[in-house]
């Protein structure tokens, strides 16, 4: 059974930072993609950003220059580092990763982190 596990969110002033995290555990082969996705409150869930096994990344417009994904391949995590951070950027925030667990790909997702963004 595979787990992701997310810590890092919290409650922070505009202009601050966080740094979010997700650790996935199992039995696990290989992880092709892992990303963030945020649901702010009354809105859909939306891409903030991925990045492929390779290192390719990719950035929703409205985070670039501001967010930073990285990832660590030996312990199966994934890191969102977010500065200058908005009020907008209130919302919980999802780790997603699509990973092969026994040959079988699949997508995964975590429990959700709350990131607010208040004075």
């Known amino acids: 059974q595979v787990q992701l596990v997310e810590s890092g969110g919290g409650l922070v002033q505009p202009g601050g930072s966080l740094r979010l995290s997700c650790a996935a555990s199992?039995?696990?082969?290989?992880?092709?993609?892992m990303g963030w996705y945020r649901q702010p409150p009354g809105k859909q869930r939306e891409l903030v950003a991925d990045i492929a096994s390779g290192g390719t990344t990719n950035y929703a417009d409205s985070v670039k220059g501001r967010f930073t994904i990285s990832r660590d391949n030996a312990n199966n995590t994934v890191y969102l580092q977010m500065n200058s951070l908005k009020p907008e950027d209130t919302a919980v925030y999802y780790c997603?990763?699509?990973?092969?667990?026994?040959?079988?790909?699949?997508?995964?997702w975590g429990q959700g982190t709350q990131v607010t963004v208040s004075s």
């Open positions: 997603n990763e699509l990973l092969t667990v026994d040959s079988v790909t699949g997508s995964y």
């Open positions: 199992g039995s696990i082969d290989s992880i092709l993609f």
